[in-house]
């Protein structure tokens, strides 16, 4: 296609590249960040990549290679040659790094959410995509540019998370070929399953032992769903990237077509997470409370407290439902 294409051919045309991802990072964005630093890097390029916020980096992902070539958000220069928006469904999802972006010279946006709002010079944007992941590989492959066993494990690694483990509706044909193809080239597909998946903290044990144990079932709706408070945060010990995947595990119980996990931020706003069922999408929902996401993996931000965001959730699903 021929955005593909014009992608290829800005990126080797430039000299220096900028590269984030989105706040609130997950293993897609983070593996795709790392990936692209790692792969420019090594082009000769000059690569300023970075999360809007670096304080939000999710233990997790500490053991990927790349790290060392992240910098601060206030180390990109002024007018950046090519910018590139990895996983990032609107412009306010790049943080403080939007105003930089706009600077640039070409801006590159590698997104496969539906919602994209094609906010630059240059959309690659495809929501049959399995990750955003993909999307950098098939661009590595289209071009190629070859990759290193360090490149392969982080775009593994936004592989396997954004697919729940290839678990969910978006694992196709294709994410198989790819994850064949990255252990192929040298991705340590052990040791990424071993760190995101096998080596929680203590806290974060912690904070899955409260949400099971308060994790309640609407029937009529077929909704599972938990919460947890800052107090929650603060006792455990645990830091909010920590939480990103709780809500698979309300997933378990049987009649459950849709689950919400309510998180209360330091500043008393309420983050909802939605997963859900294939003929059940819940990104039309998030979208309608101000978010956005996926068709079966969404979420938003309410200013409500708990107890008025569950029951701004169950009025709108009622809503639906009827």
Same mark, same amino acid.
């Given at each position: 296609?021929?955005?593909?294409? $014009?992608?290829?051919?800005?990126?080797?045309?430039?000299?220096?590249?900028?590269?984030? #991802?989105?706040?609130?990072?997950?293993?897609?964005?983070?593996?795709?960040?790392?990936?692209?630093?790692?792969?420019?890097?090594?082009?000769?390029?000059?690569?300023?990549?970075?999360?809007?916020?670096?304080?939000?980096?999710?233990?997790?992902?500490?053991?990927?290679?790349?790290?060392?070539?992240?910098?601060?958000?206030?180390?990109?220069?002024?007018?950046?040659?090519?910018?590139?928006?990895?996983?990032?469904?609107?412009?306010?999802?790049?943080?403080?790094?939007?105003?930089? @972006?706009?600077?640039?010279?070409?801006?590159?946006?590698?997104?496969?959410?539906?919602?994209?709002?094609?906010?630059?010079?240059?959309?690659?944007?495809?929501?049959?995509?399995?990750?955003?992941?993909?999307?950098?590989?098939?661009?590595?492959?289209? =071009?190629?540019?070859?990759?290193?066993?360090?490149?392969?494990?982080?775009?593994?690694?936004?592989?396997?998370?954004?697919?729940?483990?290839?678990?969910?509706?978006?694992?196709?044909?294709? @994410?198989?070929?790819?994850?064949?193809?990255?252990?192929?080239?040298?991705?340590?597909?052990?040791?990424?399953?071993?760190?995101?998946? /096998?080596?929680?903290?203590? $806290?974060?044990?912690?904070?899955?032992?409260?949400?099971?144990?308060?994790?309640?079932?609407?029937?009529?709706?077929?909704? @599972?769903?938990?919460?947890?408070?800052?107090?929650?945060?603060?006792?455990?010990?645990?830091?909010?990237?920590?939480? /990103?995947?709780?809500?698979?595990?309300?997933?378990?119980?049987?009649?459950?077509?849709?689950?919400?996990?309510?998180?209360?931020?330091?500043?008393?706003?309420?983050?909802?997470?939605?997963? #859900?069922?294939?003929?059940?999408?819940?990104?039309?929902?998030?979208?309608?409370?101000?978010?956005?996401?996926?068709?079966?993996? =969404?979420?938003?931000?309410?200013?409500?407290?708990?107890?008025?965001?569950?029951? /701004?959730?169950?009025?709108?699903?009622?809503?639906?439902?009827?």
């Amino acid at each position: 296609m021929k955005e593909t294409r $014009a992608a290829i051919e800005a990126i080797e045309a430039a000299s220096t590249i900028c590269v984030s #991802s989105h706040v609130n990072p997950d293993g897609d964005g983070v593996g795709s960040l790392l990936a692209c630093a790692l792969l420019f890097n090594g082009m000769g390029k000059k690569v300023y990549a970075s999360l809007p916020d670096p304080s939000q980096y999710p233990p997790q992902y500490l053991f990927l290679p790349g790290r060392d070539l992240l910098c601060a958000p206030q180390e990109f220069p002024a007018d950046c040659g090519l910018f590139l928006a990895l996983d990032c469904s609107n412009p306010e999802r790049l943080g403080v790094l939007w105003e930089k @972006a706009r600077e640039a010279r070409r801006l590159l946006n590698l997104d496969h959410h539906e919602d994209n709002r094609l906010f630059a010079t240059l959309n690659l944007v495809d929501p049959q995509a399995s990750s955003t992941s993909e999307l950098v590989y098939r661009l590595v492959k289209e =071009a190629g540019w070859g990759i290193t066993g360090e490149v392969a494990t982080c775009l593994y690694t936004g592989l396997v998370t954004d697919t729940g483990r290839f678990q969910h509706r978006n694992t196709t044909p294709q @994410a198989f070929t790819m994850a064949a193809e990255l252990a192929a080239a040298g991705a340590d597909i052990h040791r990424v399953v071993k760190e995101v998946y /096998e080596s929680q903290s203590l $806290a974060y044990a912690r904070l899955l032992g409260r949400t099971l144990e308060r994790m309640q079932l609407v029937e009529d709706l077929g909704l @599972a769903y938990s919460y947890l408070t800052r107090e929650d945060l603060r006792e455990s010990g645990a830091v909010l990237p920590e939480t /990103e995947d709780l809500i698979d595990h309300l997933r378990i119980v049987r009649g459950a077509r849709l689950v919400a996990l309510f998180k209360e931020l330091e500043d008393g706003r309420i983050r909802v997470s939605l997963r #859900s069922e294939d003929d059940h999408p819940v990104g039309p929902v998030a979208r309608a409370l101000g978010g956005g996401g996926h068709a079966n993996a =969404a979420g938003y931000t309410s200013e409500k407290d708990l107890q008025a965001s569950l029951q /701004e959730l169950l009025g709108m699903l009622r809503g639906g439902h009827d």
